[in-house]
């Protein structure tokens, strides 16, 4: 095998090989949790017999014999040597398995793994299946008997399969050095089926149970295979069966019958439009949906359109008006619900740092595309501030990183000030430095302003550095009333129950100022519009259920039902759980 180069060089290549894996697997199986039951990856150092050995990062099998009694391969002279592996081998006792670090998850829908024989060794005696957990090593697959129920397996010194039993049955041709052997498992249908370098095999056995292992079985010196989990390519066109299985599912959904008349089903599916319409104020459509269909409105008129004025406040970006207008046409729902208000408070400093909020500009802002300058000055020179304690350290930090700065790809600056001209997507020395944490738990290169933690130095040298004359749509200003708004959001995260979810929210919005162009940073994302529709959502809902109505509509109650019924058969091991697209189903 040709060298990869340097130790560096190595380490990426594999990086790579790891990403290219999980993508491939994630591609194959997507409706696999990991976290609840991982993919067979390998095989186990553990589950196996004593005569396995494993290289290859466990992906390739080699029969090794027995360490000791009949089994051992003695050091002997050439003639002994051959006596030794000829005899070695002859029964079913000198048999071992090895079997995959993890049983196949029912989400998978249809698995498939591929063994590439290496070696036949010197009598090819091989198996490759399936098999239970604690089901006996010391055989190949499917030839356990007695109690050793649930092994399944193919043979490649006469073409047998084997399902838990000493006698094969007719079922494939033999293999030998150089050929590639599929096993896949139809957990719709319940059945295994093998290929053979590509080559569809037919169905092999029915009736499968669930919690199966992949499993391969040497007998004889010198045999040697190797494993593809779907870390490669597979050799069998396994996606055009994927197909046909979604297919067939999508089919089954489409004409599954209806229990009663097509009348009866016909007035559910019109109420629960009208209800989602309704639920989100779409107050005209919803009209006119009603008369179109004779389904009346359960909510009143005046109502609907209330929501749906706060619902385009929030869509807009107008934060503190939507909570102002909720607070006058709902009063103590905010004050009720403080998760919801620091939910709102959140967004609206996100949108002040956007330059859609109206309190940012003091409403007069006439900003291209809704953004204002305030966080773009010309020039920041934090040498004219008069360092806090708290500056003082973020200084020493962002000298001490300065190297790190440059080698990050960052323009070089001169206390803090670059020294090019700045550019579109340019990062703040700040957020330039280790991505480590400090002790006090702010990143490295980041300032505590006071009582607004988390806020760079360089957005208090931006308040010092901005003369009123040069400072474009009051930026000045609107800098301070955001400084003065985010210690009033972190005073009101102190009264809440501490989580990690409040922390979180809080910090990534408060990120968003260690940035001169924070609309291109990597903390950007925050100023979507699309993040505008979360919140809207949960503020909709809370007024719904506060006059005594449902927070969520029947549409979307069933979509959540649904969801957790595909959920509940992975976990009970139905296959067809991975086939049923659900958004694909929605869009249709």
């Given at each position: 095998m040709a060298a990869l180069g340097s130790g560096r060089g190595m380490m990426d290549s594999q990086n790579q090989v790891q990403s290219d894996t999980v993508d491939r697997l994630k591609l194959l199986y997507p409706n696999v949790n990991e976290e609840e039951t991982p993919l067979p990856r390998s095989w186990s150092t553990k589950d196996k017999f004593s005569y396995i050995g494993l290289s290859q990062n466990n992906l390739r099998?080699?029969?090794?014999?027995?360490?000791?009694?009949?089994?051992?391969?003695?050091?002997?002279?050439?003639?002994?040597?051959?006596?030794?592996?000829?005899?070695?081998?002859?029964?079913?006792k000198d048999a071992a398995s090895v079997r995959a670090t993890h049983p196949i998850p029912a989400a998978c829908g249809l698995y498939y793994f591929e063994?590439?024989?290496?070696?036949?060794?010197?009598?090819?005696?091989?198996?490759?299946?399936?098999s239970a957990h604690g089901v006996n090593m010391n055989r190949l697959p499917g030839e356990q008997t007695g109690w050793d129920k649930h092994s399944y397996g193919y043979h490649g010194d006469d073409g047998h399969s084997f399902c838990s039993s000493g006698t094969g049955q007719p079922y494939g041709p033999t293999f030998t050095t150089g050929d590639v052997i599929g096993c896949g498992v139809n957990l719709v249908d319940n059945t295994c089926f093998y290929t053979k370098n590509g080559h569809h095999l037919g169905i092999?056995?029915?009736?499968?149970?669930?919690?199966?292992y992949p499993t391969v079985g040497l007998q004889t010196p010198g045999e040697v295979v190797d494993a593809n989990f779907g870390q490669q390519p597979f050799v069998f066109d396994i996606e055009d069966m994927l197909r046909e299985l979604r297919a067939r599912t999508r089919q089954a959904i489409d004409e599954f019958p209806l229990p009663d008349g097509q009348g009866q089903w016909q007035q559910v599916?019109?109420?629960?439009?009208?209800?989602?319409?309704?639920?989100?104020?779409?107050?005209?459509?919803?009209?006119?949906?009603?008369?179109?269909?004779?389904?009346?409105?359960?909510?009143?008129?005046?109502?609907?359109?209330?929501?749906?004025?706060i619902s385009k406040l929030v869509l807009s970006g107008r934060i503190g008006e939507a909570i102002e207008?909720?607070?006058?046409?709902?009063?103590?729902?905010?004050?009720?619900?403080?998760?919801?208000?620091?939910?709102?408070?959140?967004?609206?400093?996100?949108?002040?740092?956007?330059?859609?909020?109206?309190?940012?500009?003091?409403?007069?802002?006439?900003?291209?595309?809704?953004?204002?300058?305030a966080l773009a000055p010309p020039r920041l020179c934090p040498a004219s501030v008069t360092p806090t304690p708290a500056t003082a350290t973020t200084t020493a930090s962002t000298a001490s990183t300065a190297s790190t700065a440059a080698a990050n790809g960052c323009a070089p600056r001169a206390n803090g000030v670059s020294t090019s001209s700045p550019r579109r997507g340019d990062c703040d020395v700040d957020m330039c430095a280790e991505p480590g944490a400090e002790p006090n738990g702010n990143h490295a290169g980041v300032a505590v302003v006071k009582g607004m933690p988390g806020v760079t130095a360089s957005v208090a040298a931006l308040l010092a550095d901005y003369p009123e004359a040069e400072a474009g749509c009051g930026a000045r200003a609107s800098v301070e009333r955001m400084l003065a708004f985010g210690r009033e959001l972190y005073a009101m995260s102190q009264k809440l129950q501490q989580d990690l979810y409040h922390k979180s929210m809080l910090e990534d919005a408060f990120s968003l100022l260690a940035y001169s162009n924070p609309w291109d940073s990597p903390v950007g994302w925050q100023l979507e519009p699309v993040r505008r529709e979360a919140v809207c959502e949960a503020l909709n809902s809370a007024i719904l259920e506060s006059t005594g109505m449902q927070w969520i509509s029947p549409v979307e109650a069933s979509v959540s039902h649904s969801r957790e019924l595909l959920r509940r058969m992975s976990r009970a091991g139905l296959g067809a759980c991975a086939f049923a697209d659900l958004p694909a189903l929605l869009r249709r």
């Open positions: 099998v080699h029969y090794k014999g027995g360490t000791q009694g009949p089994g051992r391969r003695p050091h002997l002279p050439y003639l002994h040597l051959r006596l030794w592996m000829y005899r070695h081998g002859k029964t079913h063994v590439r024989i290496v070696s036949k060794g010197r009598d090819g005696y091989m198996g490759i299946g399936l092999a056995f029915r009736g499968l149970p669930p919690n199966l599916l019109h109420r629960m439009v009208s209800t989602y319409l309704v639920h989100h104020g779409y107050c005209s459509t919803a009209q006119a949906f009603s008369r179109a269909t004779s389904q009346p409105i359960t909510e009143d008129v005046a109502s609907i359109k209330n929501r749906q004025r207008l909720t607070r006058r046409l709902y009063p103590g729902l905010l004050e009720r619900d403080h998760d919801l208000l620091f939910l709102l408070k959140c967004r609206q400093f996100v949108e002040m740092v956007n330059g859609s909020d109206s309190e940012t500009c003091g409403g007069a802002c006439s900003c291209a595309a809704g953004r204002c300058p």
